[in-house]
């Protein structure tokens, strides 16, 4: 299984951008997927997490409102979209994946079963 996030980069405070992850060698459309951060020197956090048809998604607080997760199973790729984006949302970005209809929790990273190797993502002030 890989999965391949892309589309971080360097942006200003306020601006934007749209990480994708593009999965391979997994039924994906059996897969909830998930986006996490990890800033340096803290520990990894949910960011947001969509399930397996896409009709239900969770967001952290703190990007409530901001980010949109989504994902298009025809071309078994998740993304997030990220606006008004602050300095402290700086972190390397990872998306999981997580098997659909299986015990644990969408919001715990340790629940899901393949991760990506992350995007970074830097907003300066």
């Known amino acids: 299984v890989q999965l391949q996030a892309s589309g971080g980069g360097l942006v200003q405070a306020g601006g934007s951008l749209k990480l994708s992850c593009a999965a391979s060698?997994?039924?994906?459309?059996?897969?909830?997927m998930g986006w996490f951060r990890q800033a340096p020197g803290k520990e990894r956090e949910f960011v947001a997490t969509?399930?397996?048809?896409?009709?239900?998604?969770a967001y952290a607080d703190d990007v409530k409102g901001r980010f949109t997760i989504s994902r298009d199973n025809a071309k078994i790729t998740v993304y997030l979209q990220m606006n008004s984006l602050k300095p402290e949302d700086t972190a390397v970005y990872h998306c999981?994946?997580?098997?659909?209809?299986?015990?644990?929790?969408?919001?715990?990273?340790?629940?899901?079963?393949?991760w990506g190797q992350g995007t970074l993502v830097t907003v300066s002030s």
């Open positions: 999981a994946a997580k098997r659909a209809f299986t015990s644990g929790s969408r919001l715990n990273g340790n629940d899901y079963n393949f």
């Open positions: 060698r997994l039924t994906f459309s059996n897969y909830d």
């Open positions: 969509i399930n397996r048809s896409g009709g239900s998604t």
